[in-house]
């Protein structure tokens, strides 16, 4: 790798204690650096130091950028402030978004924030894609917001006749020239005062195990404490700041809380991608990515995906793509080996060098920064060490096989609790007050906890054949997705109480098309599944059968989170009958392995 890319990370060491109960503690031995009381502070700063620096890019309706600097963001949102502490809203009916990203986003959380208000962002699909509403209607029952914000209202009347309440005010984009303009005055000032680190700061909004939206509180001090964290792993912002060309989504925390605060803390510039990984969406990121040539560029596996064909027939796109890349940054799920492979082999033809290819662990609980490597990893699913700040217990999961450790972290910048939601609250926290992230680690290297730890799945999902061996699904997941590659969206592993493991498959249509009709796509798959067998050293690992999905995951029974997840509970209870399909005598549709 390029000399320069050893600065991009820093290494810590970490202490590792054993209690008697069995659980055991992971602490860095760095304390976290000094970071802000409130993330609108470090805009303060950058306004004053980097006044021109532009902060924000949006694509106008003529193709141009539209952009905005440090000191035009400033002054915005502190008039922003302003007409929200003019129509007094407060903390009992806060602010609701129910658009995607956009400049007037911004500007209204970065106001409300200033005003000591809260806000939360709001995942469009509930209001676009359902159709029942019935996550908007227990969100906004939660919330109680008494201002709301949606950039255009026509695509979501519908959603806003059939759950806004009428004493709410509806803004759009049209009324934000007239919202930015009313003079910021003292007001202001005395209301950014009164905000202190434990104010919260936004409320966002994510599905557990039930699909039930929980409104996850973020305080200023869980903003700026992991945006400092994320600085002391990477420190290259310091002297590289960010350049991000970015779709993530806002209302989920790697996009609203990382990217967007990335940005913010370091003075780097953010400019919203208004693509999306898929089929005639994509295109769309290339011509951003064309223009504004990130040093970072982050998406979800399946962005990375997408963009190897176009890195791969396109010199003069790659030229500029990796004229000053310095780090692939991947979240949301674990990164196939053949695409992290054919990045790294573009890069070495392209530049000479490979490119850092990151990640970590973390939730919107945990805001999101938790544990990052402080080293060059070269396969998916490592997850390093708890980063300066934040704390690991790992409890051993009773009755589990191999001793199968659970994941709890501690610090600055994990959640209080969950908004108005105290029972969900008390669950959430053990009894020193560990955040259960739900996730299971287990030690790369028991002799040597330095190497970090390899994600091993999600706790709930782990089940008993009926041998009574456990299957860890997240490894064996990880593994059949890499297998398979292109061919599959997302799978979900099933045989609980069962003989043998099977899965359900969702395919990705076009790469299945492309291999030519149904026989010829189960006679691969067939092919595939054997091959994978092959390599199993058990019950626990081998899938035996396979069933393709026609049907894609539904957002309305809650089988699909808003980032794009499966709830693998949800949709073994909604596909019942095909699970019994899956595993019934000479179903005619089902891949058996023997």
């Not at 069962?498 to 249509?509: A, C, H, K, T």
């Amino acid at each position: 790798m390029d000399k320069r890319n050893h600065v991009l990370l820093r290494r810590w060491d970490v202490a590792m204690e054993r209690a008697g109960d069995g659980s055991t503690y992971v602490r860095p031995c760095d304390a976290l650096g000094p970071y802000p009381g409130k993330l609108t502070e470090r805009l303060d700063h950058w306004a004053t130091r980097t006044p021109d620096q532009i902060f924000l890019g949006q694509r106008a309706a003529d193709g141009s950028w539209r952009t905005v600097t440090y000191r035009e963001t400033r002054a915005a949102a502190r008039n922003i402030a302003q007409a929200l502490l003019n129509r007094q809203i407060s903390s009992e009916r806060p602010i609701a978004i129910l658009s995607g990203n956009d400049i007037e986003q911004a500007l209204l959380g970065l106001g409300a924030m200033y005003a000591g208000i809260p806000f939360g962002p709001i995942s469009p699909a509930y209001s676009l894609i359902s159709t029942d509403f019935g996550k908007l209607r227990h969100i906004f029952a939660l919330l109680a917001p008494g201002f709301i914000y949606v950039s255009d209202p026509e695509p979501f009347r519908r959603a806003i006749d059939a759950v806004v309440p009428k004493d709410a005010e509806l803004v759009t984009a049209a009324d934000f020239p007239e919202l930015a303009s009313i003079p910021a005055t003292d007001a202001v000032d005395r209301a950014h005062a009164r905000v202190t680190p434990d104010s919260v700061a936004k409320i966002l909004f994510t599905s557990g195990s039930t699909g039930t939206p929980k409104g996850v509180i973020n305080t200023h001090r869980m903003l700026a404490s992991n945006q400092e964290i994320v600085r002391t792993v990477l420190p290259f912002v310091n002297d590289d700041p960010p350049i991000l060309c970015d779709w993530m989504p806002w209302h989920h925390t790697f996009g609203g809380n990382h990217d967007f605060g990335w940005a913010l803390y370091n003075g780097g510039s953010l400019y919203i991608d208004e693509g999306r990984p898929i089929p005639g969406e994509f295109e769309k990121t290339v011509r951003n990515l064309n223009d504004v040539r990130p040093n970072v560029f982050l998406n979800v596996p399946k962005g990375f995906e997408a963009l190897v064909p176009f890195l791969r027939d396109g010199r003069d796109f790659r030229d500029r793509f990796f004229s000053r890349l310095r780090l692939f940054y991947y979240a949301g799920a674990s990164l196939s080996q053949y695409v992290w492979d054919e990045l790294q082999r573009l890069a070495l033809e392209t530049r000479g060098e490979r490119i850092l290819i990151f990640t970590g662990l973390g939730s919107t609980e945990t805001g999101p920064a938790a544990m990052f490597p402080g080293w060059e990893v070269t396969r998916a699913g490592e997850v390093g060490l708890p980063a300066p700040g934040v704390e690991l217990k790992l409890v051993p999961c009773p009755g589990q096989f191999d001793a199968k450790l659970e994941a709890r972290v501690r610090g600055p910048s994990i959640t209080p609790g969950y908004w108005r939601q105290p029972e969900l609250t008390r669950a959430a926290f053990d009894e020193e007050g560990y955040y259960r992230l739900g996730d299971a680690l287990r030690f790369i290297d028991p002799e040597d906890v330095s190497k970090g730890f390899q994600f091993d799945g999600r706790v709930v999902e782990d089940f008993k054949l009926a041998t009574g061996t456990w299957v860890s699904t997240g490894p064996l997941r990880m593994k059949f997705l890499a297998h398979c590659g292109s061919l599959v969206r997302d799978v979900v592993i099933a045989g609980h109480d069962r003989d043998d493991v099977g899965v359900l498959i969702f395919p990705d249509s076009e790469a299945c098309r492309q291999l030519g009709d149904d026989e010829t796509i189960r006679a691969r798959f067939g092919c595939l599944l054997q091959e994978l067998a092959r390599s199993s050293t058990g019950s626990s690992n081998r899938i035996a059968r396979a069933l393709l999905l026609e049907d894609p995951p539904s957002i309305d029974a809650h089988e699909i989170t808003d980032k794009g997840s499966l709830n693998q509970g949800a949709i073994l209870r909604n596909r019942a009958a095909r699970v019994e399909e899956l595993y019934a005598p000479g179903s005619p549709r089902t891949i058996l392995i023997y």
